[in-house]
């Protein structure tokens, strides 16, 4: 009796013991239970567990208030109580599918928020397995990776966009690995160098492309300091063994994580432009030549013509005076005894004065042409002396007039006067203004045989305006730059063309832009002229070095 009471209490002990292992693994397994439901809960996914049925065991808090339901209330629905019919189809046949085959299912959706809102979702569909091993339901797991498609959509246009500008682009891009071997090269890689196929150049060194292969060297030195180089220009060899110039520069690259990649670069040819280059250097070499031989020659000319002018002045003047001698005697004491008859002796010697006064008239037109051949070769080779100093601008005006009023005796042209009073001082040279103001008034003279020249002169902004007008035959537009051009008078023919030397307006031009002034004509064929010019007051106005400063920017029209 005692002895089956112990049996029954071992028995009783050994019970305790199992129940509190069963006990702590019910425990643990509760704990783990907690643990594993507080991690579902807070997963940024939505989570459902449905039996073979399709029917709704399980979701997490995410889900439910994705649907707007309780787990509750979510419990025991399937997917036709929460979709569509065209979806909840398709769901189902793929939970049928899991369960099947026992493989997981992957898939990319769009789903709706309930916000007019069209996300994009990854689902992922898996077995659930009971302790014998046996499928006992589908697990589906699916989250918003709506941000994700967005930041991929970017990056494949910005590829996109990133080839088509190096596929496009004219100028050649490259890329080479650490080792210096091309990884990557523009189509217009292939278009420089001539070659057809990215085979035929990528994995190559890249200093199989250079003339001169020591040149890449440096560039590598150069961006071992700086991490890039300078734009420089090389020589790189082309399929068929001809050099291209190109202008290149190049830099380090390094993925995203900073890790140097190698270097990548960009050139363009330059080979045609280096040609331009050599060809534009060659003429201005020439032009140059061709310029020192031209101003040797231009010396020599002015050389010429000064010799010759003074060679011709002297005997010139010797003419001049016995001519002038000459008429005197005969008009003092020849010609008083041959006056009263009207004898053949009366006529020739009518016919001797004649002669003389031709004698006078051109020996005087070839005095006038040496001297303004002179002065055009002083003002052009810049061997003038000027005499600059403030004038009163009124003085040089009356003295021209003064010295052309002879001109007008016997012919029907008045002259008139018109000077605006306490004209300001222009700095001058008085001789070479009252040149010009000659010369335009006998201008004026050739081409008016009635009616008046007026000379006019008043301020005009900064400067003193002199115009010289008349009433005669006008100068065509085509004209008015061309007559201060040397040798240049209007008139086509031998007959209607005037007397001169044609570098009377030319020395006035030379004159007035050697002031700082400026000259010009306002004209119409058959209206007549006004020739005008200004000269600057202020003493800046006047370079030391004997060039004009500035020329007037705007006409001053009376």
């Known amino acids: 009796m005692q002895e089956d009471d112990s049996n029954k209490l071992l028995q009783m002990s050994q019970e305790i013991a199992n129940l509190k292992s069963e006990l702590a693994s019910v425990k643990s397994e509760l704990h783990f239970s907690r643990f594993f439901n507080r991690i579902v809960e807070n997963l940024p996914i939505y989570l459902v567990c449905k039996n073979l049925e399709g029917v709704f065991t399980y979701a997490n808090s995410k889900y439910c208030a994705y649907k707007g339901l309780s787990l509750t209330e979510l419990t025991g629905k399937t997917n036709f109580s929460l979709y569509d019919t065209p979806h909840a189809e398709m769901y189902r046949s793929m939970d049928e599918n899991v369960i099947k085959y026992g493989k997981d299912y992957t898939y990319f959706e769009e789903y709706s928020t309930g916000k007019d809102e069209c996300k994009q979702a990854q689902v992922i569909k898996t077995p659930i397995f009971d302790d014998s091993g046996t499928i006992s339901g589908v697990l589906s797991l699916f989250w918003d990776i709506t941000e994700f498609k967005k930041v991929e959509q970017a990056l494949r246009e910005s590829e996109e966009k990133y080839r088509s500008v190096i596929e496009n682009m004219q100028d050649v891009f490259y890329r080479t690995d650490t080792s210096g071997k091309l990884t990557m090269v523009s189509p217009s890689f292939l278009k420089v160098l001539g070659y057809t196929s990215f085979d035929q150049v990528i994995n190559r060194a890249m200093t199989s492309f250079y003339l001169n292969p020591l040149e890449y060297c440096h560039v590598l030195r150069a961006l071992e300091k700086t991490g890039e180089s300078k734009e420089y220009e090389t020589t790189l060899i082309a399929k068929d063994g001809s050099e291209v110039i190109v202008s290149k520069n190049s830099n380090y690259y390094f993925d995203s994580s900073g890790h140097l990649m190698g270097v990548e670069g960009t050139f363009r040819d330059v080979t045609e432009r280096h040609r ?80 003389i006064r031709i004698i006078i008239s051109e020996s005087e037109r070839m005095s006038d042409l040496i001297n303004d051949t002179l002065d055009i070769t002083r003002l052009e080779s810049g061997k003038i002396s000027w005499k600059i100093q403030p004038i009163v601008i009124e003085d040089a005006l009356d003295r021209a007039i003064a010295t052309t009023s002879p001109l007008f005796i016997g012919r029907q042209i008045n002259l008139i006067r018109q000077v605006e009073p306490n004209l300001p001082r222009v700095e001058a040279d008085k001789d070479r203004i009252v040149q010009v103001i000659i010369n335009l008034i006998t201008n004026a003279l050739k081409f008016t045989s009635k009616g008046t020249i007026c000379c006019q002169a008043n301020v005009c902004g900064e400067t003193v305006q002199i115009a010289i007008s008349d009433t005669g035959i006008g100068i065509p537009l085509s004209c008015h730059e061309k007559i201060f051009d040397v040798f240049t008078q209007l008139g086509d023919s031998l007959t209607n063309k005037p007397k001169g030397s044609g570098l009377g307006l030319s020395i006035c031009k030379h004159i007035i832009e050697h ?44």
């Not at 140059?288 to 040797?296: F, G, H, N």
């Open 515 to 558: 002031h700082g002034g400026k000259i010009w004509v306002e004209s119409e064929e058959g209206k007549g002229s006004n020739f005008l010019f200004t000269l600057p007051t202020s003493k800046k106005a006047y370079s030391p070095n004997g060039l004009p400063s500035h020329l007037a920017s705007e006409s001053c029209k009376m």
């Open 276 to 355: 331009a280059y050599e060809a534009l250097r060659k003429a201005k070499l020439e032009m140059e030549i061709a310029y020192t031989r031209l101003q040797e020659v231009d010396n020599l000319k002015t050389q010429f013509v000064s010799m010759v002018s003074h060679e011709l002045r002297t005997p010139l003047t010797s003419i001049l005076g016995f001519a002038e001698m000459i008429r005197h005697k005969l008009e003092q004491h020849i010609y008083p005894h041959f006056a009263l008859t009207s004898t053949d002796e009366n006529q020739i010697l009518q016919k001797i004065f004649r002669d």
